[in-house]
């Protein structure tokens, strides 16, 4: 306990600066934390970035994290990041012909979804914040509000398994205990910053989004519990300690943030 505390702090100290100066910062920082997240993915199927995938993948990655405008300037203006995303695909594609089906589009699948995964993930969490402080603060506070709430719930309350099979200590309770603390928290944020003005949308329903923000992480967090179950591996890494990896602390806002995007609030 006392390691996770120290490391919370510390990453508190380096985090909250970054989040609040904004623009190249958060930019830097949403590429860097996609490429560790990528190498976690990479190292729990044995692989390394290292090698031809692990680069593509890479520099896949990082063309949908980063603002093309920011840090691709020299391109044609008309490039877009799934345009550019698709080149990275069509080169471990042609692998496939230049190593004579040694390297398979079974082995080309996991590089591309891996990079979508993490890439897609952060490139809405600089997305959020370069749109405004308050948008991503909105987004950190549901996903933070449900992990306590089902930590708390569930060790008071839980008694019934939500889904033994990918994560066995988590409870239907605990999951409901998630959700109305995220309720709840985002309440007391749009008392401070009304939807109507920040969100586009009224406070309401930005209440009801909540619900579906809150599973949804909960569902991300579940996902990244299904992968490090499928490798047989306890953290996706090791660079938090007390914590584990950048995927063990990032897997929820990986799911929250498109969907925040999707519901068009950014």
């Known amino acids: 306990m006392r390691q996770r505390v120290i490391t919370a702090v510390i990453a508190l100290i380096v985090f909250i600066p970054i989040i609040v100066y904004g623009g190249l910062a958060v930019e830097l920082a949403g590429g860097v934390l996609a490429v560790i997240g990528l190498y976690e993915l990479f190292k729990m199927k044995g692989l390394t970035l290292l090698s031809f995938e692990g680069v593509v993948s890479v520099l896949g990655t990082l063309v949908l994290v980063l603002p093309l405008e920011n840090w691709f300037f020299f391109l044609p203006q008309e490039t877009n990041h799934f345009t550019l995303f698709y080149f990275f695909v069509m080169v471990l594609l042609a692998a496939q012909v230049v190593s004579k089906n040694t390297y398979t589009i079974d082995e080309a699948a996991f590089p591309v979804i891996a990079s979508l995964y993490v890439g897609m993930g952060f490139q809405m969490f600089v997305a959020a914040r370069n749109q405004s402080l308050v948008v991503l603060l909105f987004a950190l506070f549901i996903v933070w509000a449900t992990d306590i709430g089902a930590y708390m719930f569930g060790r008071q309350f839980g008694k019934n398994k939500l889904w033994p099979e990918i994560s066995p200590n988590k409870t239907i309770e605990g999951s409901l205990g998630g959700l109305l603390s ?8 749009l008392l401070l910053y009304p939807g109507a003005k920040y969100f586009g949308v009224s406070t309401g ?6 619900m579906f923000f809150s599973a949804a992480g909960q569902f991300g967090d579940l996902v990244e519990s299904a992968i490090k179950r499928h490798y047989d591996v306890k953290d996706s890494g090791n660079i938090l300690p007390g914590h584990g990896g950048i995927l063990d602390r990032f897997d929820s806002m990986l799911f929250v943030f498109p969907l925040m995007h999707l519901f068009g609030l950014f």
Do not use: M
């Open 182 to 189: 995220a309720v709840v928290v985002a309440a007391i944020f």
């Open 205 to 210: 329903l930005l209440l009801v989004y909540t």
